[in-house]
Structures are given as C-alpha cells and as structure tokens.
C-alpha cells in the first residue's frame, strides 16, 4: 500500500515540479494543493505521516539594464566629502549627496544637522543663513583652495552633475520642509535640464518623500529603510511609479530583492564596500552606493 501511494505521490511531484510549484499537503494525500509558482517541494512517507523537505527557489526578476554605481557624497578617496572637489572627481553614473535648509530656507549640501564635523564652524545648519555659511570652509589636509572647499549649494551640486554627465541622488534631511520648499528642488531639476529618468529623490522620512512625490509624478523616488519587509514595501509603492527603495545592503537577500522588484520598484543598495561589490550585484540590485570607487 505504502509503494503505490508513493508512486502517486512521485507522479503528481513530477508534474508540479515542471511547472515550478510548490506542493503544500497534510497528513492526507489528497489534501495536497499547489501553493505558488517558485518553489520545488519534495516529500517522502514514515508511517502513514508526510514529512516535507522542501526548499524555495526564487527565481531572479529580470533587469533591463546592469547593477550602476553611485559615489557616495561624491569621490571622498580623493576630496572631503560632499565637497565640490569630490562631486567633480566623482566615478560611476551617479553621485549621491545630503541637503539641508538654512536658516533663510535656502538648501545647502550637508549631512550632519551641525557644521561641526566637516568643516571649521560650529552649530546648526539650520541657525545659518546662506551668506553666514560662506565665513567657513570644509575642513580637509588636501591641497585645495579656499573657494573649492566652500559649503556647496544644491544648485552648485546640480551644476556639477550636469557638466560631468552624473545622475543627481538627492537625500533630503530636513523633514520639516514645506511644500513649497520641496518644490522649489523640483525647479533647480528642472533648471538644469534633468531627465526623469535621471533624477532620485531618496530620504529616510517617508511623508517628506509623499508630499515632494506628488509635486512631480515622473521623477524616481526612494525610501531608505534599513531592511526590506511588507511595510517598507506597500510605503515605496505609494510613492509613485519610478519608485524604489534603499537599504543597508548587509540585510539585503536574493529574496528581498526579488520582492521589491516584484512589487515594481527599483533596489539601491547602501552603503557598500568594494570587496563585496560582486556579491552585493549577484543580488540583481538596481543601484549600488558606496565610498570605495577608485
């Protein structure tokens, strides 16, 4: 009895294994049913119980274009960082940079909320007007001049990624902006002939991204999450149809991806070291952002 029930066992597996589905069932045979389109299923009897030793085989979306690579803050091997230096020297298709508002609301490329760090003021960006931020320079041991080390602007930013042929990733810090300041980035894109296809508005703040995402449907825009899961998923989807989402690529897996790809958003990867570039690619990630681009 038990060879003949396992002979039918074998014939169904065969037929929903050349159909790459998976084999969901109990104690009873027949209370079998194909569950999905990407797994294999294998089962074998003891006793009159199926034991089920099944693994998932996802099955890659596939991409129109290569993994591209994107300088983190611009070329911070050879200039500090978000620098214009570094923006200039940049490699890859596109360079990524922080921006904050000054105290006239004015946008200005930082990362931290203080000018403590790079450069050789002190206090928040945010308490500075535009011209006050013009007393200070970043701080660097390279050779460069007064002028290259200046506080960058976004405009300043923008025109660099325009003569260079860069792809402009914005990060937007400050979560307070208003609708009209978030606006007003749209414009400077748009000032200086930017693509759509060419432009990512990315940021850790989910109703910042909501509210700049509605101003202009066409530009691609993307969460930064720290992993990827249903949530952070149904939010990038809101954000339009060029959408993505960017995480920390040591929690990034071939089924993430394939998830978030699934749901028709883009992938980025951050912030990623040049000894695990061809394992973070194997992946079929859209972007990879890193430091290290020689």
């Not at 921006?99 to 000054?102: K, N, S, V």
């Given at each position: 009895?038990?060879?003949?029930?396992?002979s039918?066992?074998?014939?169904?597996?065969?037929?929903v294994?050349s159909?790459?589905?998976?084999?969901?069932?109990?104690?009873?045979?027949?209370?079998?049913?194909?569950?999905?389109?990407?797994?294999?299923?294998?089962?074998?009897?003891?006793?009159?119980?199926?034991?089920?030793?099944a693994?998932?085989?996802?099955?890659?979306?596939?991409?129109?274009?290569?993994t591209?690579y994107?300088?983190?803050?611009?070329?911070?091997?050879?200039?500090p960082?978000?620098?214009?230096?570094?923006?200039?020297?940049?490699?890859?298709?596109?360079?990524?940079?922080d921006?904050?508002?000054?105290a006239?609301?004015?946008?200005?490329?930082?990362?931290?909320?203080?000018?403590?760090?790079?450069?050789?003021?002190?206090?928040?960006?945010?308490?500075?007007?535009?011209d006050?931020?013009?007393?200070?320079?970043?701080?660097?041991?390279?050779?460069?001049?007064?002028?290259e080390?200046?506080?960058?602007?976004?405009?300043?930013?923008?025109?660099?990624?325009?003569?260079?042929?860069?792809?402009?990733?914005?990060e937007?810090?400050?979560?307070?902006?208003?609708?009209?300041?978030?606006?007003?980035?749209?414009?400077?894109l748009?000032?200086?002939?930017?693509?759509?296809?060419?432009?990512?508005?990315?940021?850790?703040?989910y109703?910042?991204?909501?509210?700049?995402?509605?101003?202009?449907?066409?530009?691609?825009?993307?969460?930064?999450?720290?992993?990827i899961?249903?949530?952070?998923?149904?939010?990038?989807?809101?954000?339009?149809?060029?959408?993505?989402?960017?995480?920390?690529?040591?929690?990034?897996n071939?089924?993430?991806?394939?998830?978030?790809?699934k749901a028709?958003?883009e992938?980025?990867?951050?912030?990623?070291?040049?000894?695990d570039?061809?394992?973070?690619?194997?992946l079929?990630?859209?972007?990879?952002?890193?430091?290290?681009?020689?």
């Open positions: 009895m038990k060879k003949i029930l396992l039918g066992l074998l014939v169904v597996l065969a037929i294994a159909s790459n589905g998976t084999i969901v069932g109990g104690k009873d045979p027949k209370s079998m049913v194909v569950e999905t389109a990407t797994a294999t299923a294998y089962r074998k009897f003891e006793g009159n119980k199926m034991m089920r030793l693994y998932t085989k996802e099955e890659p979306a596939k991409k129109s274009v290569p591209r994107v300088n983190h803050r611009g070329n911070t091997m050879k200039a960082e978000n620098s214009l230096p570094a923006f200039k020297k940049a490699k890859g298709t596109a360079i990524e940079t921006i904050r508002l000054t006239d609301r004015q946008w200005v490329v930082m990362h931290d909320s203080t000018i403590d760090r790079t450069t050789t003021g002190k206090g928040r960006v945010k308490d500075y007007t535009v006050q931020l013009k007393d200070f320079k970043i701080n660097t041991t390279m050779n460069f001049t007064k002028k080390l200046k506080i960058p602007t976004l405009e300043d930013f923008l025109k660099i990624c325009q003569q260079t042929g860069k792809s402009p990733f914005i937007i810090k400050d979560k307070s902006a208003s609708v009209e300041e978030l606006n007003e980035i749209i414009n400077l748009n000032k200086y002939g930017f693509g759509t296809s060419a432009v990512r508005v990315i940021s850790f703040h109703k910042t991204l909501r509210k700049i995402s509605k101003l202009n449907t066409n530009y691609s825009y993307y969460l930064l999450v720290k992993d899961d249903k949530k952070t998923i149904k939010q990038a989807r809101k954000l339009g149809e060029n959408a993505g989402i960017n995480t920390d690529y040591l929690n990034l071939k089924t993430k991806v394939n998830q978030a790809h028709g958003l992938v980025g990867a951050y912030t990623v070291l040049n000894n570039f061809l394992k973070v690619v194997a079929n990630v859209d972007y990879i952002t890193t430091d290290q681009m020689k």
